[in-house]
């Protein structure tokens, strides 16, 4: 069973930088598609950017393209969701998960199979 702990989350001023790393215990990180996704008040999580095992696809969706980065280093068995530009609308807790079945990436909440407990991420304008 794979725990992933998500860290890094903080209050920052729109326009501020910030970023998330998601640390994943076990030997097989590196064969597991990372995700993050995110849930502001009030609403449903939302997909916000995965990457596949070895790095070399990533995915975002469209409110954040440009702004926000995902990396990961299978060395350290870690992802990062760098934030750039934020905005009060990417105040939310940040989750990441992993699809640990498939290498390839998904933008589909269903298809992720373990989840950290969240960062909370508070954007002020």
């Known amino acids: 069973q794979v725990q992933l702990v998500e860290s890094g989350g903080g209050l920052v001023q729109a326009g501020d930088s910030l970023r998330l790393s998601c640390a994943a215990s076990?030997?097989?990180?590196?064969?597991?598609?990372m995700g993050w996704f995110r849930q502001a008040p009030g609403k449903e999580r939302e997909f916000v950017g995965a990457i596949s095992a070895s790095g070399g696809i990533i995915s975002y969706t469209d409110s954040v393209k440009g702004r926000f980065a995902i990396s990961r280093d299978n060395a350290k068995n870690t992802v990062y969701l760098q934030m750039y530009s934020l905005k009060p609308e990417d105040t939310a807790v940040y989750y990441c998960?992993?699809?640990?079945?498939?290498?390839?990436?998904?933008?589909?909440?269903?298809?992720?199979?373990?989840w950290g407990q969240g960062t909370q991420v508070t954007v002020s304008s």
């Open positions: 998960a992993a699809r640990r079945r498939v290498s390839s990436i998904s933008t589909m909440e269903i298809d992720f199979d373990a």
């Open positions: 076990g030997r097989y990180f590196a064969m597991y598609a």
